[in-house]
């Protein structure tokens, strides 16, 4: 099956930091998404993007499906920023994802 | 809309008995998953339905999983004889078919076999 590597696997930054994560994945996907496990556990879907780049506030991706990667991009990062980023990626006909590695965010004050 | 619905939030049982957890999904999707996620891990899909039917299981599904999705609206994931190594959290999400940027996953139900 598609092997979808992340790094780094853990982060520590200061409030207002900025910070790139990586997604690798090994073969050609239909669908890439990126989301965000805040330390209840809850995953938040923060974007589809199987190609191209998007932005939602501080928050921006950019996938090259050409190249197999993916990046997340958070600008002034900020404590609530902290948890689990992962990104997943669908290769089928059906929407089952397989999930990265992750990767550990804290952000402190 | 309320999101995707998991119930209960954490359940603790002894090895050997038997679980089950309830997921209601949103209203207008008519697809649902089931994943589990062990500590440190990404989740890891289980299995999924479209409407009622079961299209798909993963190898991690043992005989000892069986889930239901019985009139295509809520799904039931039954554990018999749970074994140590079933702790986990287990995650449902849904989605509509076409429109996988509207995958939304519930909270989750926490898993300790004691």
């Known amino acids: 099956g598609i092997q979808v590597e992340q790094s780094p696997p853990d982060l520590i930054l200061q409030e207002g930091a900025n910070s790139t994560l990586r997604c690798n994945f090994s073969d050609s996907v239909n669908n890439l998404q990126w989301f965000h496990q805040n330390p209840w556990g809850q995953l938040i879907n923060l974007f589809y993007?199987?190609?191209g780049t998007k932005q939602n506030g501080r928050l921006s991706a950019t996938t090259v499906a050409t190249e197999r990667y993916s990046l997340l991009y958070i600008s002034s990062s900020q404590t609530t920023d902290s948890g689990v980023y992962f990104c997943?990626?669908?290769?089928?006909?059906?929407?089952?994802?397989?999930f990265g590695t992750g990767t550990r965010l804290q952000v402190t004050l | 809309d309320t999101g995707v619905s998991q119930d209960p939030r954490h359940k603790i049982t002894k090895r050997g008995q038997n679980v089950t957890f309830r997921c209601d999904p949103i209203?207008?999707?008519?697809?649902l998953y089931w994943y589990r996620q062990t500590l440190g891990q990404g989740p890891e899909f289980l299995t999924y339905?479209?409407?009622?039917?079961?299209?798909?299981k993963s190898r991690l599904l043992s005989d000892r999983f069986s889930a239901e999705r019985p009139k295509g609206s809520f799904s039931t994931l039954e554990i018999q004889r749970t074994e140590q190594g079933d702790s986990a959290m287990y995650l449902c999400a849904s989605s509509l078919p076409g429109k996988p940027a509207g995958y939304t996953f519930g909270s989750g139900t926490r898993l300790t076999v004691v």
């Open positions: 997943a990626v669908n290769t089928g006909t059906a929407s089952k994802l397989t």
């Open positions: 209203s207008e999707h008519n697809r």
């Open positions: 339905f479209q409407n009622e039917a079961q299209l798909e």
């Open positions: 993007i199987p190609s």
